[in-house]
Nanobody, 124 residues
């Protein structure tokens, strides 16, 4: 059982930056593909970004492409999401998720473990 803990959320003005972290409890972290999802009030949870086990491959939602960067440090059992040029529409609870195997997925149903989420609020 992998436990995931997100941190780094907060309140920021539009145009600002935040870096989210997702710390995993399991030393087998390096065997999991990882993803970030978000859920805004009144909306369904949506894919944000994902990264392969090695970190050599990543994918982004069109809405964040060019502004967000996903990365991971397998030695630290931690994944990151660097968010730049934040917009009010980025306001949401951000969740990290882990998926067994080398390949990431865009679909939340294919992830096996989830964190509790961290709130990101972007003011205009």
């Amino acid at each position: 059982q992998v436990q995931l803990v997100e941190s780094g959320g907060g309140l920021v003005q539009a145009g600002g930056s935040l870096r989210l972290s997702c710390a995993a409890s399991d030393r087998t972290f390096s065997s999991y593909a990882m993803g970030w999802f978000r859920q805004a009030p009144g909306k369904e949870r949506e894919f944000v970004a994902a990264i392969s086990v090695s970190g050599g491959s990543a994918s982004y939602a069109d809405s964040v492409k060019g502004r967000f960067t996903i990365s991971r440090d397998n030695a630290k059992n931690t994944m990151y999401l660097q968010m730049n040029s934040l917009k009010p529409e980025d306001t949401a609870v951000y969740y990290c998720a882990a998926r067994r195997g080398p390949s990431y997925s865009y679909y939340e149903a294919r992830y096996d473990y989830w964190g509790q989420g961290t709130q990101v609020t972007v003011s205009s």
